[in-house]
């Protein structure tokens, strides 16, 4: 069965820190890759994906994520965190089945201290 | 921006009682679906819909749950008899298109307690 593993259940940073959540994923197939954000009291929100093509992908708020296939890895990763970051990231992936089902990481909750 | 809006945000119930989570979805999107996590545990699919009918469940969606869409433009979950165990944040979202997960947006969730 699919499953996604987040490695890092709470993240604690100053400002300016250097951020990396690692995410990996069992599936032999090929997979669309995901990371979420939800700030809190409000909703989850695409922070960026993966389909194809170049392994390296930019999301909003200076975020990025690498997909490494060998490793079955999409880490994200952001330079130098903001407290605005404080927030639950989660990684999910969809197995192309035209659902809409993602099989969700067990979340991690990054806080970022001014 | 349109957004998918759940009411209530917070919704207490005594176990064995009837709950029903409520969902408006962005007006021109066609599939639906519920999703929720368990405190400290992973977010979970649930079920998705489409024309009026489930198009694919989890194992945890079993005979106490169910999903309707009543007046065309509601998307309710209900569970008929609560269990202790069913206490979670409730997430639903709506994609415009069949989607592949790019296009899907979330409600803010409703954090269901059972007492």
């Known amino acids: 069965a699919q499953s996604v593993s987040q490695h890092n259940h709470h993240v604690i940073l100053s400002e300016a820190a250097s951020l990396e959540l690692g995410c990996n994923y069992s599936?032999?197939?090929?997979?669309?890759l995901f990371w979420y954000v939800q700030y809190p009291g409000q909703h989850l929100q695409l922070l960026l994906k993966y389909f194809s093509g170049d392994p390296l992908v930019k999301g909003i708020k200076g975020f990025e994520a690498e997909f490494i296939k060998s490793k079955f890895s999409f880490n994200l990763r952001k330079p130098s965190v903001q407290w605005s970051d404080t927030a639950e990231y989660f990684c999910?992936?969809?197995?192309?089945?035209?659902?809409?089902?993602?099989?969700f990481g067990q979340g991690t909750t990054l806080q970022v201290k001014p | 921006e349109p957004e998918v809006t759940q009411t209530p945000s917070h919704q207490v119930t005594q176990m064995g009682q009837e709950v029903i989570l409520r969902c408006v979805p962005i007006s021109n999107h066609l599939y639906f679906y519920w999703y929720r996590q368990i405190l400290g545990q992973k977010v979970e699919f649930l079920v998705s819909?489409?024309?009026?009918?489930?198009?694919?469940k989890s194992e945890i969606f079993d005979d106490q749950f169910s999903v309707e869409r009543p007046d065309g433009s509601n998307f309710t979950l209900k569970i008929r008899s609560t269990k202790l165990e069913d206490s979670a944040m409730y997430f639903c979202?709506?994609?415009?298109?069949?989607?592949?997960?790019?296009?899907?947006?979330f409600g803010s969730g409703t954090q269901l307690s059972v007492l």
């Open positions: 599936y032999g197939g090929t997979v669309n």
């Open positions: 819909f489409y024309n009026n009918e489930i198009s694919e």
């Open positions: 999910a992936v969809n197995a192309q089945s035209n659902t809409g089902k993602l099989i």
């Open positions: 979202a709506s994609s415009k298109d069949r989607s592949n997960g790019e296009k899907l947006f």
